[in-house]
């Protein structure tokens, strides 16, 4: 297998993993909430009216988070940056050019009133970019 494949296959074993969790924890908190107002409506029937609104907006914030879930598996199967990586197509500023420059003299003096500087001679080239 290619490392593309890899990256494709463990991708889709993720979203999978990220729509199970992410269902099944907002189903059981929905569940449950469900259950509690239902408790409390029993109990006291002329609080109902609070109780409902209460309910309404906490089932909307817990059912955010299986969208969130969602929309982060969408990500994960159909935005892969790590798929681009691998084929090299990735280009995050097409402007942006690099320029090889040659490694610097090893000792630098343009007068007698100026230091000598030692430069190290531990990197081969250094790298610029230049935009266009």
């Known amino acids: 297998m290619d490392a593309k494949t890899v990256v494709v296959s463990v991708s889709i ?12 924890g907002p189903a059981r908190a929905l569940g449950s ?12 029937p002329e609080a109902s009216d609070k109780v409902m609104r209460a309910l309404f907006v906490g089932m909307a914030l817990i059912e955010s988070i ?3 879930a969602f ?5 994960i199967l159909f935005a892969n940056p790590l ?16 320029q090889t420059i040659p490694q610097p003299r090893q ?3 343009e007068s ?21």
């Open 13 to 24: 074993i993720a979203a999978a993993l990220v729509m199970a969790i992410g269902g099944y």
């Open 33 to 44: 909430a469900l259950t509690e107002a239902l408790d409390a409506i029993a109990r006291q």
């Open 66 to 68: 299986a969208i969130y």
């Open 71 to 75: 929309v982060i598996a969408l990500i």
């Open 83 to 98: 798929v681009g990586y691998i084929t090299k197509e990735v280009h995050p500023n097409r402007n942006v050019h690099y």
């Open 107 to 109: 000792g630098l003096q």
């Open 112 to 132: 007698p009133e100026t230091l000598q500087v030692k430069l190290p001679n531990t990197l081969p080239h250094w790298k610029v970019r230049t935009t266009i």
